[in-house]
């Protein structure tokens, strides 16, 4: 079905699903371990995706923030701690925006740096699915043969497929049944606990700032850029989708959210194309957290791992293949730099150092000299 610039067909089901291997472990780990009320969480995620959907007429990822979601599980924050988070960056990001900050930032930020801290993200994500299929090698390389098989195919595409296997597999195991629990009940309104925004900002949402601005916006804006080229959003536009999301989605029971370009990769990897895949993912989570709270942490829990790594895992590929796009000897200093301090250290200490080594490099390296020559594949 198409409504103006918008499908609704099982290609655009399956692309809502293709973000499910970045999403589900940190989700499970909110309602778990920090007790976050299943319905808020899910109904405002659900709620922001449509909204995305709606607005930009594309796939929009939406992703839990990862630094804040890490801390927050491993420490146990209570969930006011996590919803004071999610205001404190929500501020912080409109701050950057009304300020002119972020566009600088975006403005002196080389394209070898983005498609490194791309390439280092499709590296953790390749890396964490493989850690997954060990539970099951198996099953997680018949997940990668469907996936090849079957990813162009409108007719059975690979995530829907996937997700169905999942299912019958939980329930061959007679865990299906006993794990539903149906009653409808709608998110809580909660009351912000503004003495913990500085706490819960030291702890962690400070050390969100960078990784949201290279993958949520930076990497996320070359993405779009890379996939849509007539339907360009520009990095200040994603920014400010971050602050307004994340003033809104806390007092309702939402965890603080992010775009990602590992999200988007995901989307597009298994059949995302228009905004019906954000709208169609937005209704699923909301349907999930209106109806199946009760029983969501146990039903998710019991997907099989090995699918989702499988899943991870080539998405992890998909993110590698832009690093080809590299034009000159020049380049490949500043990328690797990128790369390896992504990799050792984290996605800020990448950013910057690469940053550093490309003005460096164009500062010292002569116009005429060899480095800047193209290289030889792209001659």
């Not at 009940?185 to 949402?205: C, H, K, N, Y």
């Not at 993405?223 to 990095?235: A, H, M, N, T, W």
């Not at 940053?355 to 001659?379: D, F, G, M, S």
Request: aromatic share 8%; with cysteine; charged share 15%.
């Amino acid at each position: 079905m198409r409504i103006g610039d918008l499908e609704f067909n099982r290609r655009e089901l399956a692309g809502s699903m293709g973000d499910f291997g970045t999403l589900l472990p940190l989700v499970i780990g909110y309602i778990t371990v920090n007790k976050m009320d299943p319905c808020g969480l899910l109904v405002m995620m659900g709620l922001t995706n449509i909204a995305m959907g709606l607005i930009y007429r594309l796939p929009m990822p939406l992703e839990p923030k990862k630094v804040i979601a890490t801390v927050a599980i491993s420490q146990r924050w209570p969930p006011s701690r996590i919803y004071a988070s999610g205001l404190g960056l929500g501020v912080t990001w409109l701050i950057l925006v009304l300020t002119g900050l972020a566009d600088r930032t975006f403005k002196i930020t080389p394209k070898s740096v983005t498609r490194g801290i791309q390439l280092a993200l499709g590296i953790k994500l390749g890396l964490t699915g493989l850690g997954m299929m060990r539970e099951g090698w198996w099953l997680g390389l018949v997940a990668i043969l469907i996936i090849l098989f079957l990813r162009e195919n409108p007719k059975a595409p690979a995530a829907l497929v996937l997700v169905a296997l999942g299912v019958a597999i939980v329930a061959w195991q007679g865990k299906l049944l006993p794990a539903l629990s149906i009653g409808f009940r709608l998110p809580p309104f909660i009351t912000p606990s503004l003495d913990e925004i500085w706490p819960a900002m030291v702890q962690a949402g400070f050390a969100q700032i960078p990784l949201s601005i290279t993958n949520a916006v930076i990497a996320t804006a070359a993405l779009i850029g890379d996939y849509f080229p007539q339907r360009k959003v520009s990095e200040r536009r994603l920014m400010l989708n971050m602050g307004v999301m994340n003033l809104i989605s806390p007092p309702f029971g939402g965890m603080p959210m992010c775009h990602g370009a590992g999200g988007l990769a995901g989307q597009y990897y298994f059949g995302g194309r228009t905004g019906g895949t954000s709208i169609i993912e937005g209704l699923i989570e909301t349907g999930l957290g209106l109806f199946f709270a009760a029983s969501i942490a146990t039903l998710f829990a019991l997907f099989p791992l090995p699918i989702v790594g499988a899943m991870m895992a080539m998405v992890g590929l998909e993110l590698a293949k832009f690093v080809t796009d590299i034009q000159s000897w020049v380049e490949l200093p500043d990328l690797v730099v990128t790369i390896f301090l992504s990799l050792l250290v984290n996605m800020a200490v990448g950013f910057l150092a690469g940053v550093a080594i490309h003005y460096l490099l164009q500062r010292y390296i002569p116009e005429e000299h060899p480095l800047r020559e193209r290289l030889p594949w792209k001659r």
